[in-house]
C-alpha cells in the first residue's frame, strides 16, 4: 500500500509549531494563505483546517476553503470506515457535553480503538496524535481521487512520534 501524495506532503511539516509569544511562524501563516485565507496573519488562530486546505491545495487536490474543522465532514467522498489518507473529522465538547468546535486532521494509522492523525495545531504543531475512534464523525476522501481499495484492519505506526491532543 503506498502513502496517497498528501501524506507525503503533510510529512514534510512534522514539527512546525506555533512561535511564541506575540512573533507569528510565517509557515503556519502560509497555511491559511494556501488553504484559501490570506486574511489570517495570526499562527495563534485555530489552523488544523488550514494544515488539511494548504496540504490538498499544495498536492493538487480540492480543499473545502474552510477554515471551520466540522465542514470537512460533508467535503469530498464518504468513506464507510477508516483508510490511509482519509481525512478525519472529530467534534470537541466542553465539561457539560455542549459543541465548542471540532478538529480535522489525515489518518496515518489506526487500530481496534484509536486512529492516528497527522494533523497541524496538535499541541500547537504538525504531529501524530491518537484519538478514539468513537470520537471520529466523519471520513473523507478527496473527489478527484479514486476511493481506496479494501484496507488492513491494522495499520502499525511505527516511523511517527505521538504527540499531544488537538488545540
Same mark, same amino acid.
Given at each position: 500500500?503506498?502513502?496517497?501524495?498528501?501524506?507525503?506532503?503533510a510529512e514534510?511539516?512534522?514539527?512546525?509549531?506555533?512561535?511564541?509569544?506575540?512573533?507569528?511562524?510565517?509557515?503556519?501563516?502560509?497555511?491559511?494563505?494556501?488553504?484559501?485565507?490570506?486574511?489570517?496573519?495570526?499562527?495563534?488562530?485555530?489552523?488544523?483546517?488550514?494544515?488539511?486546505?494548504?496540504v490538498l491545495?499544495?498536492?493538487?487536490?480540492?480543499?473545502?476553503?474552510?477554515?471551520?474543522?466540522?465542514?470537512y465532514a460533508?467535503?469530498?467522498?464518504?468513506?464507510?470506515?477508516?483508510?490511509?489518507?482519509?481525512?478525519?473529522?472529530?467534534?470537541?465538547?466542553?465539561?457539560?457535553?455542549?459543541?465548542?468546535?471540532?478538529?480535522?486532521?489525515?489518518?496515518?494509522?489506526?487500530?481496534?480503538?484509536?486512529?492516528?492523525? &497527522?494533523?497541524?495545531? +496538535?499541541?500547537?504543531?504538525?504531529? *501524530? =496524535?491518537? %484519538?478514539?475512534?468513537?470520537?471520529?464523525? $466523519?471520513?473523507?476522501?478527496?473527489?478527484?481521487?479514486? &476511493?481506496?481499495?479494501? +484496507?488492513?484492519?491494522?495499520?502499525? *505506526? =511505527?516511523? %511517527?512520534?505521538?504527540?499531544?491532543?488537538? $488545540?
Open positions: 500500500m503506498s502513502k496517497p501524495d498528501w501524506i507525503i506532503e514534510k511539516l512534522i514539527g512546525i509549531h506555533e512561535s511564541p509569544g506575540e512573533i507569528d511562524n510565517p509557515v503556519v501563516v502560509a497555511l491559511f494563505k494556501d488553504a484559501g485565507h490570506p486574511e489570517v496573519i495570526h499562527d495563534a488562530t485555530p489552523w488544523c483546517a488550514a494544515f488539511v486546505g494548504a491545495s499544495r498536492s493538487q487536490h480540492q480543499s473545502n476553503k474552510s477554515l471551520w474543522a466540522l465542514d460533508k467535503w469530498g467522498q464518504a468513506l464507510d470506515d477508516v483508510a490511509l489518507g482519509a481525512v478525519a473529522t472529530k467534534k470537541r465538547v466542553d465539561k457539560t457535553g455542549k459543541l465548542v468546535g471540532g478538529h480535522v486532521f489525515f489518518v496515518v494509522g489506526w487500530d481496534d480503538e484509536h486512529v492516528y492523525g &497527522l494533523g497541524g495545531n +496538535q499541541s500547537d504543531q504538525v504531529s *501524530v =496524535t491518537k %484519538f478514539n475512534r468513537s470520537d471520529i464523525i $466523519a471520513y473523507r476522501w478527496p473527489s478527484d481521487v479514486p &476511493l481506496p481499495e479494501q +484496507q488492513p484492519q491494522f495499520l502499525a *505506526v =511505527t516511523d %511517527f512520534a505521538v504527540a499531544g491532543s488537538e $488545540a
